[in-house]
């Protein structure tokens, strides 16, 4: 069976819906309006490091905050007021002043442009290397924001940066990019609810069980898991489909997190080159 073969199966017979519990795309799931389904979903990417059962905790905790309407409160957010229902919050880099400026940050956005969307394609449509520049660009905007009201001067602690990488600095910017998959993509669990970006643009979100897998199955052999790992992979899985390459992405990643794929059993795996030994 061929490498197309094996990944073709795995992405056609992949339960997707039964594994939605285990990933943070769970969050977004819950909304029906896609301005609420924007925000979960930013929201969700952003805490989405470290262990699944770990940071969705988190996740739920932020979100039951706001009520049915994440869009709704964060529009309409008074940082002085709202700011202790958050109070006690907090996950690993990211403190409670953190959360609440990530928080803060997404209100001005909305105030400044109506939406997520708009400010990412102010960077999409104006650049060659696209999704890169678009990324590069959020990033920038979100820095921008005077973060005096938060912490009382203007500065941007680490526990804020950690939310927001940048390909600038070599970052894989995993999570950003699972956030643009569940934006753009618009079949199987994710959303596509932004439309005008082609879904071949997306970059591979990329976390340590893709990396270890597309290096098993040679899809780079870099061992940093920078941006320009991530674009390699993405460009390996567009050989399978130049369309849609981050089809794969989901049944892939949770390959590793459900401990299917692992370093224990290799012998095991569908992907072992005694039985997938050509493109």
Same mark, same amino acid.
């Given at each position: 069976?061929?490498?197309?073969?094996?990944?073709? @199966?795995?992405?056609?017979?992949?339960? *997707?819906?039964?594994?939605?519990?285990?990933?943070?795309?769970?969050?977004?799931?819950?909304?029906?309006?896609? %301005?609420?389904?924007?925000?979960? =979903?930013?929201?969700?990417?952003?805490? %989405?490091?470290?262990?699944?059962?770990?940071?969705?905790?988190?996740?739920?905790?932020?979100?039951?905050?706001?009520?049915?309407?994440?869009?709704? *409160?964060?529009?309409?957010?008074?940082?002085?007021?709202?700011?202790?229902?958050?109070? =006690?919050?907090?996950? @690993?880099?990211?403190?409670?002043?953190?959360?609440?400026?990530?928080?803060?940050?997404?209100?001005?956005?909305?105030?400044?442009? =109506? /939406?997520?969307?708009?400010?990412?394609?102010?960077?999409? !449509?104006?650049?060659?290397?696209?999704?890169?520049?678009?990324? #590069?660009?959020?990033? /920038?905007?979100?820095?921008?924001?005077?973060?005096?009201?938060?912490?009382?001067?203007?500065?941007?602690?680490?526990?804020?940066?950690?939310?927001?990488?940048?390909?600038?600095?070599? /970052?894989?910017?995993? @999570?950003?990019?699972?956030?643009? @998959?569940?934006?753009?993509?618009?079949?199987?669990?994710? *959303?596509?609810?932004?439309?005008?970006?082609?879904?071949?643009?997306?970059?591979?979100?990329? &976390?340590?069980?893709?990396?270890?897998?597309? +290096? $098993?199955?040679?899809?780079?052999?870099?061992?940093?898991? &920078?941006?320009?790992? %991530?674009?390699?992979?993405?460009?390996?899985?567009?050989?399978?489909?130049?369309?849609?390459?981050?089809?794969?992405?989901?049944?892939? $990643?949770?390959?590793?997190?459900?401990?299917?794929? #692992? +370093?224990? !059993?290799?012998?095991?795996?569908?992907?072992?080159?005694?039985?997938?030994?050509?493109?």
């Amino acid at each position: 069976m061929t490498l197309k073969q094996t990944l073709d @199966r795995l992405y056609t017979t992949y339960d *997707f819906r039964d594994r939605i519990i285990h990933d943070p795309i769970e969050f977004p799931h819950r909304y029906k309006n896609p %301005a609420d389904i924007e925000i979960a =979903g930013f929201i969700s990417s952003c805490f %989405a490091y470290g262990r699944v059962e770990l940071f969705k905790p988190v996740i739920n905790k932020v979100l039951s905050k706001m009520g049915e309407s994440p869009f709704i *409160f964060l529009r309409q957010f008074n940082i002085n007021k709202q700011k202790d229902l958050f109070s =006690g919050i907090k996950y @690993r880099f990211n403190e409670t002043g953190d959360i609440v400026c990530l928080l803060y940050a997404i209100h001005r956005i909305l105030k400044d442009f =109506g /939406s997520l969307e708009t400010l990412f394609k102010l960077g999409y !449509n104006n650049s060659d290397d696209k999704i890169a520049a678009a990324i #590069s660009y959020f990033v /920038s905007e979100i820095l921008r924001i005077n973060t005096t009201t938060v912490y009382g001067k203007n500065i941007k602690t680490h526990g804020f940066l950690q939310f927001l990488p940048s390909p600038t600095k070599g /970052s894989s910017c995993k @999570r950003i990019n699972l956030f643009l @998959r569940w934006m753009i993509r618009d079949k199987d669990i994710d *959303f596509g609810i932004w439309k005008g970006i082609p879904k071949n643009k997306l970059v591979i979100p990329l &976390d340590t069980h893709i990396a270890r897998i597309s +290096k $098993c199955l040679g899809f780079t052999k870099r061992s940093s898991q &920078d941006w320009k790992t %991530a674009v390699e992979i993405t460009e390996a899985l567009k050989i399978f489909d130049p369309e849609d390459p981050l089809k794969y992405d989901f049944a892939l $990643c949770h390959q590793g997190i459900s401990k299917l794929c #692992s +370093k224990m !059993n290799c012998k095991e795996c569908d992907f072992n080159y005694g039985v997938v030994n050509t493109l």
